[in-house]
């Protein structure tokens, strides 16, 4: 399954490109990509878990970005 969301709250290219990278880590997402120009996130994930991958996802962005605010779009 696919999500988008849209992120706010990046300070750089280099930082969105380090929480892609963490976030593809997560077990159970297939693909991640953050484009910093048009603050959008997406996500293919495990559809059977995405509660699991949901909270998992949030608690990356909160540790690395701490002022990062997701929504889903």
């Given at each position: ?9 990046l ?10 990278r ?52």
């Amino acid at each position: 399954m696919k999500s988008k969301f849209k992120i706010k709250g990046l300070d750089c290219a280099n930082c969105a490109s380090q929480l892609e990278r963490l976030i593809q880590k997560i077990d159970g997402i297939e693909n991640a990509s953050i484009s910093f120009m048009t603050e959008r996130m997406e996500i293919e994930y495990d559809e059977t878990r995405k509660e699991e991958i949901m909270q998992k996802l949030k608690k990356v962005i909160k540790k690395e970005e701490p002022d990062v605010i997701i929504e889903e779009i």
